[in-house]
DNA sequence: CAATTATATAATCAATTGTTTATATAAAGA
DNA sequence: TCTTTATATAAACAATTGATTATATAATTG
């Protein structure tokens, strides 16, 4: 049994917004299944890299997602520490899995894949 | 047993946004527990009455809310059939009870009752 | 170490947003 | 019908936002 954690409306509506603009909320759903770095979002949402690194920082800065440096890929994932976590799984359990993006892009022979 | 309608980013994202401001967040949270005039909302929130106005516009815009009038009032309330519903329901289950806040105006006399 | 690849950052700019002030509409009451 | 009360709307404006272009940083590879 979890017993929610309240969230002030102050708080709360930072994180609103940062997902209420369609690239940040796509990339927040694609990260809740798999971390990705820069250039597979890039190649997925089809949008500058430069683009892409601004929101990243902006989901970073609110703590939403973190980054770990894998030589020269910054991967991006879920932070799942974060007191916002639980309201982030409920929202993106509203949208379609993005599942099939990442595998498409297998595909293509784009993943990138550090071992 | 309720099947999760998935909802698409793009949509989902304007509600977000929606979402994504203190006012509106706390005058849908307010709305959860009951109905509200726009002068209620104006007391409660301390904001200006064309504010207040122009934020539930943009929420009945959304289907978020639906009005009512009743002599010269006009009772905005949770559109509890529109599609984006759930999301609603779930986004506000994080924030805190407004409720006090509608009992401290009826201490204070300013709750708006029409029978 | 020079070139390449991945990412970040900074500057610029157009578009959007939220508030205020002023005015319009609409119902209620004297 | 005139006044009051509640709400909507419009115009103006400052602040914020998101994209682009250009440049910087940092790791990798030859």
């Given at each position: 049994m979890t017993t929610i954690n309240k969230l002030d409306v102050e708080h709360g509506s930072i994180v609103m917004k940062l997902l209420g603009d369609k690239t940040r909320l796509s990339i927040v759903c694609l990260l809740m299944h798999d971390e990705c770095c820069v250039c597979e979002l890039v190649e997925i949402l089809q949008m500058s890299q430069p683009s892409i690194s601004q929101h990243v920082k902006k989901l970073k800065a609110a703590e939403i997602v973190k980054e770990r440096r894998q030589g020269q890929w910054i991967f991006y994932r879920i932070n799942?520490?974060?007191?916002v976590y639980p309201l982030i799984e409920s929202i993106t359990s509203f949208f379609p899995e993005q599942q099939e993006k990442i595998i498409d892009l297998e595909k293509k022979g784009l993943r990138v894949c550090c071992d």
């Open positions: 799942t520490d974060s007191q």
